[in-house]
């Protein structure tokens, strides 16, 4: 926590970590999270065998999704996080579709799996408290759930770059934007709403070759 508070001038009031036995326990806790591959996937390295299409995935499944990097983009650490991402969040949508954040016997069986499962810090380190957690996240929109990745660069320390360390400038400015608590799902509908307005600019209505004039100042 200090390294967080330290690198982004953020205190945070709480933290959960989530190791590889609570993968397993919170996805078979919610019965499953629905993903959908675009092409097959056989890794033999995380043992991970999905067809292309929609599947359910839980257990020992869901953490082979969740640990392999050779079947997804460059076969990267950021690329790994995406992927990971995107299953937090069809984790998060089947937990409110299936109404367990708002099913009291549900919502008990998965905060009794997280307490078990989950390293959290005194303040929240109850089933109770948890499933008052849950209960505030059930009332979120998954809409305004945002996931973001720190921007980083190659480190410049090393000749031949393995690591990678924070982006002065957009990391900066994504801190900035944490620490006045300014959403990040608002920011990213108004840069959407900047580019279609400007693609709707240049599809519109063009002037024929005849009638451009240009002048050439030497």
């Given at each position: 926590?200090?390294?967080?508070?330290?690198i982004?001038?953020?205190?945070?009031?709480?933290?959960?970590?989530?190791?590889f036995?609570?993968?397993?326990?919170?996805?078979?806790?919610?019965?499953?999270?629905?993903?959908?591959?675009?092409?097959?996937?056989?890794?033999?390295?995380?043992?991970?065998?999905?067809?292309?299409?929609?599947?359910r995935?839980?257990?020992?499944?869901?953490?082979?999704?969740?640990?392999?990097?050779?079947?997804?983009?460059?076969?990267?650490?950021?690329?790994?996080?995406?992927?990971?991402?995107?299953?937090?969040?069809?984790?998060?949508?089947?937990?409110?579709?299936?109404?367990?954040?708002?099913?009291?016997?549900?919502?008990?069986?998965?905060?009794?799996?997280?307490?078990?499962?989950?390293?959290?810090?005194?303040?929240?380190?109850?089933?109770?408290?948890?499933?008052?957690?849950?209960?505030?996240i059930?009332?979120?929109?998954?809409?305004?759930?945002?996931?973001?990745?720190?921007?980083?660069?190659?480190?410049?320390?090393?000749?031949?770059?393995?690591?990678?360390?924070?982006?002065?400038?957009?990391?900066?400015?994504?801190?900035?934007?944490?620490?006045?608590?300014?959403?990040?799902?608002?920011v990213?509908?108004?840069?959407k709403?900047?580019?279609?307005?400007?693609?709707?600019?240049?599809?519109?209505?063009?002037?024929?070759?005849a009638?451009?004039?240009?002048?050439?100042?030497?």
């Amino acid at each position: 926590m200090r390294t967080v508070e330290a690198i982004t001038g953020v205190k945070p009031d709480h933290f959960m970590m989530v190791d590889f036995n609570a993968v397993k326990e919170l996805t078979t806790a919610v019965g499953g999270v629905k993903v959908c591959m675009a092409k097959p996937i056989d890794d033999p390295k995380s043992h991970l065998k999905l067809p292309k299409g929609e599947s359910r995935v839980e257990g020992e499944d869901a953490l082979a999704l969740l640990r392999t990097r050779h079947s997804f983009g460059n076969e990267s650490d950021l690329d790994r996080i995406k992927v990971q991402q995107q299953f937090l969040g069809s984790m998060i949508r089947e937990m409110k579709s299936s109404d367990t954040l708002t099913n009291p016997t549900k919502l008990f069986k998965l905060a009794d799996a997280a307490t078990n499962a989950l390293t959290v810090d005194q303040g929240i380190g109850s089933a109770k408290k948890l499933m008052t957690l849950a209960q505030e996240i059930g009332k979120v929109d998954t809409k305004n759930i945002t996931f973001v990745t720190m921007p980083v660069i190659d480190n410049p320390a090393e000749p031949t770059p393995i690591t990678v360390v924070v982006a002065p400038q957009k990391g900066e400015q994504l801190f900035a934007m944490m620490r006045s608590d300014t959403s990040l799902t608002e920011v990213k509908q108004k840069e959407k709403a900047a580019k279609s307005k400007q693609a709707a600019l240049l599809k519109g209505p063009k002037a024929a070759p005849a009638d451009v004039r240009v002048d050439v100042l030497n």
